[in-house]
């Protein structure tokens, strides 16, 4: 359940090991300014961040008073695996054609707010992002067997 907390009541977790650049605090910043605080920040139960540090600073940035959370009941361990985990399995390459193809059609100042940067559409190879970008065959798939074919995530046999 997401619940709207004072951001005053958050803490950080002090040995968070995701880096963010003070650039990236701001596009984040930007990011919420115009769309919205849409994704919350997951805390435990003494509202110490599991994920959502960026977030959080963005949020100060804005200086906002309150902000989306959610609480996960997670031992120790099982919050600290899931902090690494969701940093790290969020890490992917990408589609270049079609992160070029709608960056695009979008309007310069909805560009803007994306992260890319125009150097990022000049200096595009295809040949670079070939081998990153080949599809993956049923034999990598292993257990899970099931890919959309629309946005590739990947389902479990038993879902």
Request: proline fraction near 4%.
């Amino acid at each position: 359940m997401i619940n709207i907390t004072p951001l005053e009541n958050i803490k950080p977790y002090k040995k968070n090991a995701k880096l963010h650049s003070v650039k990236q605090i701001k596009q984040v910043a930007e990011s919420i300014d115009e769309f919205g605080f849409n994704q919350p920040i997951v805390v435990d139960k003494d509202n110490v961040i599991v994920v959502g540090h960026g977030r959080y600073e963005a949020a100060k940035l804005l200086e906002l008073e309150e902000v989306p959370v959610e609480v996960v009941d997670l031992s120790k361990d099982e919050a600290n695996a899931y902090r690494l985990a969701d940093n790290k399995l969020n890490e992917s390459d990408w589609d270049m054609e079609l992160a070029i193809e709608e960056l695009e059609e979008l309007p310069k100042d909805l560009f803007e707010l994306t992260g890319f940067e125009t150097k990022d559409l000049e200096n595009y190879d295809e040949d670079s992002f070939s081998e990153k970008n080949k599809e993956i065959d049923e034999e990598e798939l292993g257990e899970f067997k099931h890919k959309c074919p629309k946005c590739g995530f990947i389902f479990n046999e038993d879902v």
